[in-house]
């Protein structure tokens, strides 16, 4: 009896420990099987996948699924695989124990997948869906801007769902199950949210657009384009921009997320710059905004062309450290040294770096996709506009309190600078002489009243004109030279932009004769462009000149520079009735060259090497004022004496030098005379008048000089 209740005994044991092993075994069947419920809010299903990845990317599903089976697929620890070339398939086991059918939603929560396969060994071989961010938004099942799937298990039923998964991008698994009504509620919340999110980024994009339109401060410009191009970039990390953007374009909606990212890094970077003023405050880390900007620059046109997909969000994510670490640093040291708006930038950057290297961190792998990975950077952006915004607004009110301080100083300026444009109008319309402004092309632009007194015409009737059409003109060869010559004077104002002064006869309203004015021209530099300045006023000279036969004049002049151009204007003034004015032209020319190096080498008694030495170190005009206030040279002269007439011209030059070697100097100019410009210094002077005048004669000392020019 008693071996007979032990044998019952152990066999009532053998069966609880048979019960238990299977009680446990069902428990951990059980943990690796999801049952969908008849509520769920948003289950992370996680705990219950495999994974296996497929290195060719060439496995068939039936292949998959032998590989699965035979025990050599692992749990997915970590839902953010990084970047990989390989195929991922993921298996969801599925059972619903109920006697009823069970309806509920699976959904893939990145949008940034290339590729997904969703396959169920319930249907066969064929995929159920082929959809992903490379096919057009149509070939998705649901209107949603992730990876919706609904489903529905039979009574008492298992089965098990495979996800293919390839993409160039970050490879991330979020699987998530709802209840269909769940789904629903839990679309329309996210979508509201998103609504929000954005319409708050596009509130805050106008707002700051406004304040560039009314403020024209670049700051505003370059936070507008940034907060622009970062709508635009979370909008594709969300998946809004393929599904309501460009929903037929999968091609551009692959590419545009990089260029978006290095768009609003380049934008960032130049906000910053200018926001910190770092040139200023902080001028050795200022230079390294500028290969950042060039390496965003080159993100922009090369994830549109020769980059790589992978290789442009790779780098598109260590360029985004690289920036907020540049922009966090600088504003450490902005704030460090004072600068008010630094305390706003660095706050609000430090939001968007905390969230900006959460995503990073999850792209790449290092952390799980979750609620503060997936939203940390749309939370750190919005918070970043935010506070950005304050921050301008800040400076906006430290910049006007600056403006009212300047304000008055302002006021002042504007009546005294009224004050003086009154002065000016009326000097300028009280002014007895012709007074007149040219444009760059010659086109008289205004006159004062004195027009009317000159020369007969009103100031509208000459306004608008070009001042060579003032030039009295009877269609003979002399006019035609006499136009040349002022064109000539002009071409040199405009080269020189020194002052030039001319002889020119001017058209009369009325009489119809020739009216013989004295013109100076000069430039005016203004912040509006520049223009020329004319004076036309009667000439110091006899206006009965236009009727001689022959002239002469002796002069006597100081040493100074300035003499020999007026001098030699003057001695040529009445050349042009004999001859014309090209030749004119060298005549004076050289004349100036000669009384230049009357005054120097003559008087001043200073030689070749002298003057170069001077030139070279930059101090010529200060040595040529010690010699002309030394008193050994201070009282020595110029005399000039001069004779015109019909047939000939003659100038005889003559200083209080000791003289110079006039034969070997006048045999090297010969050697010079078709290479004037090349010419050095005193030669220069000989070999113009060598190749002007018919005469060049010299005394035996050489502090005289004859030269004579034949009229033909």
Known sequence: MNS???????????????????????????????????????????????????????????????????????????????????????????????RATRNWVLQYEYSLIDSLQFFSTRDGVRPLVITGDTRPFSSRLAENRDFPFQLSEPPLSKNDYYIRIQ???????????????????????????????????????????FLLITTRDKSYLYYSIFIFFDILFQMTLNGLSFQFFWPNNPEWGNICLPFFMFSAYLAACMFGKLFLESARVTPLTDKLYYP???????????????????????????????????????????????????????????????????????AFGIFPDNFFTQWGLQIGSALEVALLSLGLADRIKQLSLTLENQAETLHQLKIRHEQTAVQYKNLYEGEEDFLFNLDAHGNITGTNKAVSSF??????????????????????????????????????LSSTGKPIYFRADFLQKYLKEPKELQVRLQILEHDSGR????????????????????????????????????????????????????????????????????????????????????????NYFQFILTRQNDPYYREKKIFVEYFLSKQKVGYRITDEGKGFNHARMIQNALSKTNEIETASLQMRGIAYAL???????????????????YFK
């Not at 049952?35 to 769920?40: V, Y």
């Not at 190749?691 to 020019?709: C, H, I, P």
């Open 691 to 709: 190749s002007t005048f018919d005469v060049v004669k010299f005394n035996s000392t050489g502090n005289r000089v004859t030269l004579v020019k």
């Open 4 to 98: 007979k209740l032990r044998k019952i005994r152990i066999s009532f044991c053998m069966i609880l420990i048979f019960s238990g092993g299977f009680s446990i075994f069902s428990q951990n069947d059980s943990s690796e099987t999801f049952e969908p419920g008849a509520i769920m809010e948003g289950l992370d299903l996680q705990p219950y996948l495999t994974f296996y990845e497929d290195h060719t990317g060439k496995l068939s599903f039936p292949e998959v699924q032998k590989i699965f089976r035979s025990g050599r697929s692992i749990p997915l620890f970590n839902n953010s695989l990084g970047y990989s070339d390989a195929a991922i398939w993921v298996r969801i086991p599925v059972a619903n124990p109920e």
């Open 167 to 209: 993409s160039k991008s970050s490879l991330i698994v979020p699987l998530i199950a709802y209840s269909r009504t769940e789904f629903l509620e839990q679309t329309a919340q996210e979508y509201t949210t998103l609504g929000f999110y954005y319409g708050t980024m596009i509130v805050m994009f106008i707002y700051n657009l």
């Open 531 to 618: 223009e020329i300045l004319g004076r036309a006023y009667e000439p110091d000279q006899d206006l009965m000149g236009r009727f001689l036969d022959e002239e002469r004049i002796f002069f006597s002049i100081n040493n100074y520079l300035q003499n020999a151009e007026l001098l030699s204007q003057r001695l040529t003034f009445n050349l042009v009735r004999f001859t014309d004015p090209t030749i004119t032209l060298s005549i004076r020319t050289s004349l100036r060259e000669m009384l230049i190096n009357a005054i120097e080498h003559g008087n001043l008694n200073i030689s070749i090497e002298d003057k170069a030495k001077a030139l070279k170190n930059g």
């Open 455 to 492: 020369i007969g015409f009103k100031a509208p009737d000459v306004i608008g004109k070009n001042f060579l059409e003032l030039m009295y003109n009877t269609g003979g060869l002399e006019d035609a030279f006499k136009k040349l010559y002022v064109m000539e004077r002009l071409e040199e």
């Open 292 to 362: 950042i900007m060039m390496l965003s620059g080159l993100g922009c046109v090369g994830s549109l062309t020769f980059f790589s997909y992978t290789f442009s969000v790779i780098s598109s994510l260590v360029l985004l450290l690289v920036v907020l670490l540049l922009l966090l640093i600088n504003s450490l040291q902005c704030v460090w040294k004072g600068h008010r708006p630094a305390r706003f930038f660095l706050t609000a950057w430090f939001v968007l770096i905390l969230g900006s290297f959460l995503y990073a961190m999850k």
